[in-house]
T-cell receptor, first 111, second 115 residues
Framework: SQQGEEDPQALSIQEGENATMNCSYKTSINNLQWYRQNSGRGLVHLILIRSNEREKHSGRLRVTLDTSKKSSSLLITASRAADTASYFCATIMDSNYQLIWGAGTKLIIKP | DADVTQTPRNRITKTGKRIMLECSQT?????MYWYRQDPGLGLRLIYYSFDVKDINKGEISDGYSVSRQAQAKFSLSLESAIPNQTALYFC??????????????FGPGTRLTVL
């Protein structure tokens, strides 16, 4: 069963614009992670936010977490063509340490 | 050299054949995982291993088996492949002592097609 659900499933924007992706989950979590996957390749960890954190930044990435709504958002500012990829959220629950994955958002940056 | 490697990268096989996918890592991590990815479904956990003597079933272990030959090696076997096992397979590792976040590091994937 999948814990996370990303929204939207696909997003297409112009280079330079900001991209926002959302993730909702069902149970309490220890932390939430975002990963990027370039077409057909392995996933790469982007950023982790713990359940007691509300916002985190890494370069052009900004992640927020609202545990009351069981949701997170990933903002990519000043998008570039190289940001074209699928983005996945994954959560770790308190009771175990397996990552539970959402279905991903496919982001296309148009030059 | 890549930290997590998978062989083969692509494989086409026939229904009923036995196939093994291999994963090696140089990260020194104790924890290793096998996932499959199907279009639109994200990643689903097949098996995971927290050390050489600890192997656990994941969400979708039926039809699969694993072997943890050493800390660095974790193999996934399909004893009798069937077409609905056609998917992209990923190996991953993690080190729970590294910051406690359980970030996972992925191999490049194996694209398996069962005819």
């Amino acid at each position: 069963s999948q814990q996370g659900e990303e929204d939207p499933q696909a997003l297409s924007i112009q280079e330079g614009e900001n991209a926002t992706m959302n993730c909702s989950y069902k149970t309490s979590i220890n932390n939430l992670q975002w990963y990027r996957q370039n077409s057909g390749r392995g996933l790469v960890h982007l950023i982790l936010i713990r359940s007691n954190e509300r916002e985190k930044h890494s370069g052009r990435l900004r992640v927020t977490l609202d545990t009351s709504k069981k949701s997170s958002s990933l903002l990519i500012t000043a998008s570039r063509a190289a940001d074209t990829a699928s983005y996945f959220c994954a959560t770790i629950m308190d009771s175990n340490y397996q990552l539970i994955w959402g279905a991903g958002t496919k982001l296309i940056i148009k030059p | 050299d890549a930290d997590v490697t998978q062989t083969p990268r692509n494989r086409i096989t026939k229904t009923g054949k036995r196939i093994m996918l291999e994963c090696s890592q140089t990260k020194g991590h104790d924890r290793m995982y096998w996932y499959r990815q199907d279009p639109g479904l994200g990643l689903r956990l097949i098996y995971y291993s927290f050390d050489v003597k600890d192997i656990n079933k994941g969400e979708i272990s039926d039809g699969y088996s694993v072997s943890r030959q050493a800390q660095a090696k974790f193999s996934l076997s399909l004893e009798s492949a069937i077409p609905n096992q056609t998917a992209l397979y990923f190996c991953a590792t993690s080190d729970p002592l590294a910051g406690g976040g359980h970030e996972q590091f992925f191999g490049p994937g194996t694209r398996l097609t069962v005819l």
